[in-house]
């Protein structure tokens, strides 16, 4: 039984917040809040899983095996990835990441938003290694945000990119 809806308007915070969860917590108090979920690994029929889930879900996923790290990120999945909460070996929330569904906005943008309504307030720049868009302001970059869009590629090669998913995180808590 779920005790604790994410809350699909809270607004996104850098570094901070989304969905009413703040980057930090420990896994136990968040399992303590969202309740009992059925728990499966990443290589099962997961996107099934997710399309039919009205509620949340675990996931385990191994990271790290080719440099015979042997690591498991342990996430919580709400609707479909709506909302997904990634927790590393430290045990603490370090990436909030909301997905369709997910109403709450940073400055003007939201999933499903086009991308360069950000250029209203930000440079963007597109990270060929994560296939994301960072943003800066000032010269510098705004930590603790990222945007991953339809066609996960620079905006010289497509300049009409909607954001499909928005992450808030602070890898020091990974």
């Known amino acids: 039984m779920t005790l604790l809806f994410p809350d699909l308007m809270a607004e996104l915070s850098p570094g901070l917040s989304a969905a009413g969860f703040y980057l930090g917590e420990d896994f136990s108090c968040v399992q303590e809040k969202i309740g009992a979920v059925e728990w499966y690994d990443s290589n099962s029929a997961l996107n099934k899983i997710l399309l039919e889930s009205s509620g949340w879900i ?27 909460l990634d927790f590393g070996e430290g045990n603490k929330l370090y990436r909030i990441v909301v997905g369709r569904g997910y109403q709450g906005k940073f400055k003007v943008v939201m999933p499903g938003s086009d991308l360069l309504l950000l250029e209203d307030f930000y440079e963007l720049d597109f990270n060929d290694v994560d296939d ?27 300049s009409n990119q909607k954001i499909e998913l928005i992450s808030v995180h602070d890898w020091s808590f990974q």
Request: charged fraction near 25%; charge should be negative; proline fraction near 4%.
């Open 132 to 158: 994301e868009f960072l943003i800066i302001e000032n010269g510098e970059y705004i930590e603790g945000v990222s945007f991953i869009t339809d066609y996960r590629a620079p905006l010289e090669y497509e």
């Open 58 to 84: 675990g996931v385990r996923t191994p990271v790290g095996s080719a440099i015979d790290v042997g690591a498991v990120v342990e996430s919580f999945s709400y609707r479909n990835d709506w909302v997904s």
